[in-house]
């Protein structure tokens, strides 16, 4: 692959430990989410007749949307590491001398935060709960036993969902109240654009070495694609749960259930292939962005990853 005309190949040597350690955990998580989709998409989608039935259509739509979605953004993610890796792209360093732009607010960090910690106890309790029979029973006995990680699951899911009411109801409200005011009126969520799909087929030019690196604003397309899918995930999880909860897991002939598992399924392979590899995983960011937590990144990043976020929060 061949670096786009004046992308300029800094010196150097291209395997340093920040790349192969890129490549070694993209690899591994990689792997273990292909044999998941194997075992748990594939494979049942492949050995068993389809039912025309709502829930085994529901089903087979869910197979065919996961292995489309993990496919794809493990390709999307190889063209990224292995021009990332040819061109030493790295994340500026961050220290004491270095000018620093406030990336997230304490709101949205605190937010960031517990969206982490509720979506990690859900997974771990939710198929933990699935999977009793064979590896789920230490963690369940580990939690407390059976009822006490269904307790566990359902208060994680509560705080989750008052996560997601609160995220949409404060842009929401701030929005409106700009409105009313006659200020400057813009969603702070990342809503997309016609200028993602251009963004998408340039970056893929420029991963091919046809074309330069596109220019983004605050948030890339990449990071739009993510935000939605986790937070789009969270209400085809949450609200067939809600059902689950108040009526067991044949509501609406099982329908419910189907739903909340086949959601939960893809939006685990997701974080693991696509959301974990962009914002950690990947060579200029190896072994992890601390953004996170900290809410600031190094101006040079700023001018490098989003030069045209022309409001600096």
């Known amino acids: 692959m061949a670096p786009s005309e004046g992308a300029g190949v800094p010196s150097g040597k291209i395997f340093t430990g920040r790349v192969i350690g890129s490549i070694a955990t993209f690899s591994i998580i990689s792997a273990i989410c292909l044999m998941w989709l194997y075992t748990q998409v ?81 997974a771990l309790t939710g198929f933990a709960l699935m999977f009793y029979s064979s590896w789920g029973k230490s963690v369940t006995d580990g939690l407390g036993g059976f009822e006490q990680t269904i307790n566990i699951h359902y208060a994680s899911a509560i705080i989750m969902g008052i996560l997601v009411a609160y995220h949409f109801g404060y842009y929401g409200s701030k929005y409106l109240a700009n409105k009313i005011l006659k200020q400057e009126a813009r969603f702070d969520i990342n809503i997309f654009d016609k200028k993602d799909i251009t963004d998408f087929f340039a970056s893929i030019k420029f991963y091919l070495g046809r074309g330069d690196k596109p220019k983004f604003a605050k948030y890339s397309f990449a990071q739009k694609f993510d935000y939605w899918g986790i937070y789009w995930g969270m209400v085809i999880l949450g609200l067939p749960g809600l059902m689950i909860w108040s009526g067991g897991i044949f509501t609406y002939g099982g329908l419910a259930f189907v739903f909340h598992v086949k959601e939960a399924l893809l939006a685990v392979l997701f974080l693991g292939v696509f959301h974990f590899y962009q914002v950690h995983f990947t060579p200029r960011q190896f072994p992890g962005d601390m953004t996170l937590f900290t809410g600031v990144v190094s101006e040079q990043e700023v001018e490098e990853d989003h030069p045209l976020m022309v409001q600096k929060p």
């Open 42 to 122: 594939l494979y049942p989608m492949l050995t068993s007749p389809i039912q025309f039935t709502n829930v085994g259509l529901v089903s087979l739509l869910f197979y065919l949307l996961i292995t489309v979605l993990i496919l794809v953004a493990m390709v999307f993610n190889s063209l990224d590491l292995m021009t990332t890796a040819a061109l030493r792209i790295k994340k500026p360093r961050m220290d004491k001398s270095v000018p620093r732009v406030r990336r997230f607010t304490l709101n949205e960090t605190i937010q960031h935060i517990t969206l982490i910690a509720t979506t990690a106890t859900s």
